[in-house]
Every structure is written in C-alpha cells, then in structure tokens.
C-alpha cells in the first residue's frame, strides 16, 4: 500500500506499519521493499519507540551502515515514526547471490559474529554461552557449527580458551582488548 504522486518517476512512501501497531516492521517486509524501491523511495518501519530487540529495525540499521538507506525520524500526529529512504536503486545482495559465497568466507563472517558475541560478553564481565544457546542466539544451527567457529577463531590467534572448574567451565579471552568471559555471578560469591 504505497501512497506515491501520479508522477510515475516520484518517490513514495510505503506503510510497513500501521498506526494503531506499535509493532515494527518485520525484515520480510522491509525486504519485499528493498526489491521494488527506487532511490528516495521511503518506508514508515517503526512508531514510537523501536523495541530493542526488534529484528526489522536491526535490518533497516544494517541497510544504513551498507549505504542503501538513509534513516530519519518525523513526529506525525504528535507521535514519532521511524523512516527509511532509499539512497540508490537495485543495489542489494540477494538471498540466491550468498550461496555463490566461498564456504571459508562464509566460515569466516560466522566466526566474526560469534567473536562479537564474545566481545559482548568480555565487555559486560558475563560468562561464555554454551555452544547450542550461541548457536541459538546467532542463527548458526547447532552447537556444533560453533564448536567449529571457536577453533577457527583460536587457530587465527583472535581468543584464547582457558579450561576453569567454575561454570562455564571455560574463559574465553579476546586477544585484541585482553578482555575475558567472566564465571556465573554465585559462582564467583562462593
């Protein structure tokens, strides 16, 4: 439901949320846009407030760091909405591009999520996840998929893994800051 000028070369704005949904929009919507969207066309993908965990705003962030979107917001009806504009057309990775993607690159992008997620948890002093809840919380499948990730990171000298007795029953130091994956809070009382 685009609401466009009769001018067929004028950009529109697409509704990927309705106002009375506090809900943001869903990556699948956000993508079905980025598949017809031309340079300054807009998408309304979020009001309010943009929930923290919010997978479609996530996108629309990633979309802004790669260029193809520019992000705003605009106060309508005395509430915030969130907007993303198109800044060039036809210029986005297809799903059926990223399997021409090397097993080794794509080896290596999962490796820099997972060390991020690491990262993450040396920063806040927090334990490392278990194998399977990272795998879970990365989208990697199983505990196995990142098993294989921790080695490939520690053979590339970017974490160190230090067998401990506590919980987690392991300490993951991130060799770039020299932070390190804490033990469970009762652990460390004790």
Known sequence: MAAGAADPGASTLTIGVRADDARPASIETIQEWMETARAGDEIHYCSDFIPRRAAGPRHVRALYDRGLVEIYGRRIDGVWHYIARRTRARDFVWIDELAT????????????????????????????????LLGRALGLGSGDRVSYLFKLLRRQGAIQVEPIAEEPKRRVTIVATGQSTGVHMERQAG
């Open 101 to 132: 993607i090397a097993p080794a690159t794509a080896a290596q992008l999962d490796a820099e999520r997972l060390l991020e997620a690491l990262r993450l948890a040396a920063d806040r002093g927090q334990p490392c996840p278990a194998n399977a």
